[in-house]
């Protein structure tokens, strides 16, 4: 049913940009979250930022500044400009999406069911 691909990922130098992108389909949900998260080696995969059908964006706190999430309903795409970038933002980007309830809140760390295969961000020190 539904299919999210990345794209964007690559490996750039410290201080450096990436704009990554996720392209979705089948997803048909009326209310919905989608975010993007992050699996570093030897660590457990985390959220980076959502955002809800109604718009609503999160963050978490320690990317806020450097992170924006963002969405082409027309294109049914999702995309992350990260800025800034640093060695520790290497890992894995994953997007992901779920049909959110009115009782859920949508949240960066939100438990998704669909997820897309990933993209490799590799940020030289």
């Known amino acids: 049913q539904v299919q999210l691909v990345e794209s964007g990922g690559g490996s750039v130098q410290t201080g450096g940009s990436l704009r990554l992108s996720c392209a979705a389909s089948?997803?048909?949900?009326?209310?919905?979250?989608m975010g993007w998260f992050r699996q570093a080696p030897g660590k457990e995969r985390e959220g980076v930022a959502a955002i809800a059908s109604d718009g609503s964006i999160t963050y978490v706190d320690s990317l806020r500044a450097r992170f924006t999430i963002s969405q082409d309903n027309a294109k049914n795409t999702l995309y992350l400009q990260m800025n800034s970038l640093k060695p520790e933002d290497t890992g894995v980007y994953y997007c992901?999406?779920?049909?959110?309830?009115?009782?859920?809140?949508?949240?960066?760390?939100?438990?998704?069911?669909?997820w897309g295969q990933g993209t490799q961000v590799t940020v030289s020190s």
């Open positions: 089948g997803l048909t949900y009326s209310t919905y979250c």
């Open positions: 992901a999406a779920s049909y959110m309830p009115s009782f859920a809140h949508c949240g960066a760390q939100y438990p998704h069911d669909n």
